[in-house]
């Protein structure tokens, strides 16, 4: 196919996972599949091929010419780090990751990806990728939002989005991580035939690279297979050249293609008659009746989308035509909500008791007012100061005084504060002659100059001591306001319903955690603080006017009116501006979040440019609010400087024309009052306004602290369940209707019980609702109607700790933590290491030689599988951890898929629940694993527990107790699997004739049957 005489490695760093001795070539226009054990390197190979691994011998080359005339020598390749210096190679590379990874788009955007929009091609792709039967069900069609990294879409129906993007595209080389782990046997049965396989002009010319585990369904019509093991090529060629060599796989490659050759011409037709409607798959087939237009006609351009045409939509689909609009259009994400006006009062009170009490104002107040005293004690001092000199000097002036004229050569503000303070503490202003000269008779007591320093200096100490006091309060009660606002958002987050997180981005909840938490935490109280302390110089001063001139008074009532004025017009511009900056910031985050999560998609696709793009647009969309927020500051300097010089000019103008009564000291009180009055009026507003910027982000924080939370987490007294429940299982479930949207019901109807120990496997096809009912089971979605009862216990009545501390699930996509792998099989330390040991052994997580005695030799598992500098596999009973203290990066990013879901099943081992549910939770593993995995579960480990397994693989569920078959959210079938294959009708059996392994399956439930009838 593409690359020739590859060879990747990475003996520089032993420490990570490498491709060693990699030398293959694809043949072009064909499917080759990929195969081997979990963590043999099948995701490597197609990250090398896409250029995300480090080349360090060897070479990777693709073709440069048109596939119809391709001959198949060197010249017609080139080297792919040639390409890609060229920006050629992204051309022509189309790739599906095994973790699917979509946009926060509709699935429409997803599929085009930047492609133009061809109907009948997109109307084929849907198709062949099985899409239009999901597509009927979903609210608005291909139009609906799938949210950040498609939450709203079960894991099945991500891969085939993902794979319909790549099936779309102009690609001619198309790389596919497993596509078909995650999807029932029919679908995969269709993907195959019908997509892979298809003979039409949408796969015409086309290189494929399938890696899957699905060997014996996809063998008989590859091209070309390669088998893997430790980062090596153990196997490749044809599967007839394999066939004919006494090779490792031989027993494994006729085992699993027993029927294959017999049936190879039948499946052919099949799939033939399944795409003309007439085969048992037709179900996954679009409907050909005419009064039902098909899931793309039903999907038209947004313009259409009136109100009419939607409830007839809801209608055909069974959904409540009368829903909230944005239900029928499928919308997810809504616009970020943002508060309009003044900051209500209620934010403000919020905030400031976070602060502390009313007490702690009061305090704060009395600090403020206390200080006030102090600078107005300390003028006094100075006056009498000056006083007592100017009485041993015939011609002593308040103007060249030395405190006077050294503060004023330093800072003209220095000169008006001092004679703001000075001039009306001297009791008689008129007793200054014209010279602003102090009659020698005003003072009797005469000290000398250290006395009246000294004086100055301890009150000087004194002032410094109570801001010390006043700030110190200050940052405690920020600290305290800090960790409450913290603690509640924490809180409610953690605590909200899982609505929550799939209508809103990550984007989002990230800038309230970040950017407001940084507001709240940083200068937020400091500057109320200093806004109130501008608010006291204020009145100060205007109490000083008003008592030293009263005339003046009326005069700085009016400047008050026109700064207020252009405060108020002010204030709601840059409040709003505010609002719109914070909200801003939320899709940058966002955009962020979504390249780093699909940036090998995204370079693989070549897509990087139009990210960049977009970052670009949405940076800029942050950044236009914030330059606004600065033009409006400079805005309001320039006019309240403006009013300050019209009110300085009118007051020099003012003292001019009265010169006959008002001596220089009045003079320069007058025009310094007037100068400061401004000056403080400018920061009173700006400090308001800053304030209100400040609880925008306490708003938006409140925004989260009334969210919809989750049920209580304790138990009401009389709801308690017994002491050790549950004691054996048992599961009843009665009438359960779920839904995600009002109206919109995801289950209906479902009424099943359970015995303790049994084990029932949950089959269906992708989007029946099995996850959904994994959900219920454990309440993060609220049963609509009906109920779940467990060991007697109505599981809506007791309390979600209660609850999930004695349920264990096993989810499809595991989480796993930055940490030991000690801390992620048991994070609170409830259990002995020999514990966590055995759990590893029966999931083959360990080596065959044990874990090491010493375990301070702690390595962390690179790229793919390594320990202590040396190369891990998990291959037959070889684990990759050797001791409890191995760490993990972050979300398990150093093991494959396949490995994180072994630790996720090593975890469920430790807890030892009565009732386990497990979401493919083998998905990702091989068959060999997967076998030994479920021969675990069989075991006397999980013997005392009732098991819900949902799975595709019908081979992981076939010796079940009884087999669950869901059907567009309903029960379709629930029996044995023996007696479900005696149904020659029924979906089970349908789906086992459809996976390629009948026989085997029909035999290992006939087995289990007879054992079931033995055991009575």
Known sequence: MMPSATQITDQEDASRFSLKGVDV??????????????????????????????????????PTTDSSTLADDNEKYRDIIELSSEGLAIRDIAYVAQESWLRNATIRENILFGEPYSQERYEEVLRVCALKPDLRILVAGDMTEIGERGVTLSGGQKQRVALARAVYSSRRILLIDDCLSAVDAHTAKHILMECLLSKTKLMQGRTRVLVTHHVAMCLPYAQYMVMMHEGRI????????????????????????????????????????????????????????????NAVNDTKPEDEYNKEHLIKLAEKRGIDPNSDLSVLQGILIKDEEREEGYVKLEVWKTFMLA??????????????????AITALRSYWIRLWVASAGSNTSDFSILSSPPFALGAAESPAYASRYLLWLSP?????????????MNNSMLSNHHSSMYWLGIYTLLGFVSVAWYVLLWYSVFKGRLAMAREMHRQLIRTVVHAVPRFYDSTPIGRIINRFSRDMAIIDGDALETIVDWFDGIAGVLAIYFIVTVTIPAFAITTILITCILLTIALYYLNTSRELNRLESNSMSPLLSIFDEITQGVTTIRAFGAKHYYIKEAINRIGAYNRPFYTVWAANRWLDIRINTVSAIVSATTAAFILCNLDWIDAGMAGFILSSAMAFSDNMLWVVRDYSENEMNMNAAER??????????????????????TAWPRKGDVQIENLVVEYVPGVPVLHDISLSAKHSEKIGVVGRTGAGKSTMSLALLRFIEA????????GVDISKIGLEDLRRNVTIIPQDPVLFNGTIRFNLDPFGEHPDELLRDALKHTHLVREC???????????????????????????????????????????????????????????????SK??????????????????????????????????????????????????????????????????????????????????????????????????????
């Not at 390197?41 to 080359?61: D, Q």
């Not at 090779?247 to 029927?259: G, I, K, P, V």
């Not at 602060?355 to 006030?372: D, N, P, Q, T």
Request: some cysteine; hydrophobic content about 35%.
């Open 25 to 62: 070539r694809f043949p072009l226009g064909g499917l080759s599949i990929v195969a081997g054990p979990t963590g043999s390197g099948k995701s490597s190979l197609l990250s090398a091929l896409v250029g995300e691994m480090t080349l360090v011998r060897g070479r990777v080359l693709l």
């Open 234 to 293: 153990t196997l490749k060629g044809t599967p007839a050249e394999l066939k004919n060599k006494n090779t490792l796989s031989l027993a494994l490659l006729e085992s699993q293609s027993e029927n294959d050759d017999s049936s190879a011409d039948s499946q052919r037709n099949d799939a033939s008659n399944a795409s003309k409607g007439k085969g048992k798959i037709s179900n996954i087939e679009q409907d050909k009746d005419n009064s039902t237009t």
């Open 355 to 372: 602060c502390g009490s009313k007490v702690f104002w009061g305090y704060i107040i009395s600090i403020l007012l206390v200080g006030e």
């Open 425 to 437: 503490l001297i009791p008689r202003i008129n007793d200054l002659n014209g010279d602003g000269i």
């Open 701 to 722: 924080i409140m925004q989260y602290l009334n969210i919809e939370q989750e049920a209580r987490l304790e138990s009401d007294p009389e709801n308690k369940p017994p």
């Open 784 to 791: 609509s109607k009906g109920r779940i009862v467990l060991d």
């Open 850 to 912: 044990g874990f090491q005695a010493d375990s301070t030799a702690v390595s962390v598992v690179e790229d793919s599988n390594s320990i202590n500098g040396n190369v891990l596999t998990l291959e037959s009973m070889a684990g990759i951890f050797t001791s409890l203290d191995v760490e993990i990066r972050e979300n398990g990013q150093s093991l494959s898929l396949g490995q994180r879901q072994l630790v996720a099943l090593a975890r469920a081992l430790v807890r030892r």
């Open 915 to 1016: 009732l386990i549910i497990m979401d493919e939770a083998t998905a990702s593993v091989d068959f060999d694993t997967d076998d030994r995995i479920q021969r675990t579960i069989r075991g006397p480990e999980f013997a005392n527990s009732t098991l819900f397994c949902i799975a595709h693989r019908l081979r992981t569920i076939i010796d079940y107790d009884r087999v669950l078959v869901l059907d567009k959210g309903r029960i379709a079938e629930f029996d044995t699997p023996y007696n479900l294959l005696q149904n020659e009708n029924g979906i089970f059996r349908s789906m086992c004739e459809k996976s390629g392994e009948y026989e085997y399956l029909l035999a290992m439930a006939q087995l289990k049957q007879n054992v079931y009838y033995v055991n009575g």
